[in-house]
């Protein structure tokens, strides 16, 4: 079970940018690795998931072509890319990782049933 650690998170206007990080004390290469955002009052939801070993990527459909998930072996993180943020892009962002067998399927990557590791997360502030 990996520690997850998230930084980057703030405060940002409609139309900016933000980087997320999440740093791993172990990065397989043959994992699944996501990142999970929960709006105030709201479920938690599948934004983006990346395939260690094959680089294979998921995004939920409201964040294709603004958000872009992106890994760093050497340094064992997983970044995710915010551009052309929109208010509804609000809410504490999480860091999770399981087994590679998860990212087989969009519907299994993007899901909060089968990550085994979470960090605490980090908040994300869209103002309009």
């Known amino acids: 079970q990996a520690h997850l650690v998230e930084s980057g998170g703030g405060s940002a206007q409609a139309g900016g940018s933000l980087t997320l990080s999440c740093e791993a004390s172990s990065f397989s290469d043959s994992a699944c690795m996501a990142w999970f955002r929960q709006p105030p009052g709201d479920e938690r939801e599948g934004v983006a998931a990346i395939h260690t070993g094959t680089n294979t990527t998921y995004y939920h459909d409201s964040v294709k072509g603004r958000l872009t998930i992106s890994q760093s072996r050497s340094k064992s993180t997983v970044f995710l890319q915010m551009n052309s943020l929109k208010p509804e892009d609000t809410g504490m962002y999480y860091c999770?990782?399981?087994?590679?067998?998860?990212?087989?399927?969009?519907?299994?990557?993007?899901?909060?049933?089968?990550?085994?590791?979470w960090g605490q997360g980090t908040q994300v502030t869209v103002s309009s």
């Open positions: 999770a990782a399981a087994n590679g067998w998860l990212c087989l399927h969009a519907t299994d990557a993007l899901g909060v049933v089968g990550y085994t590791s």
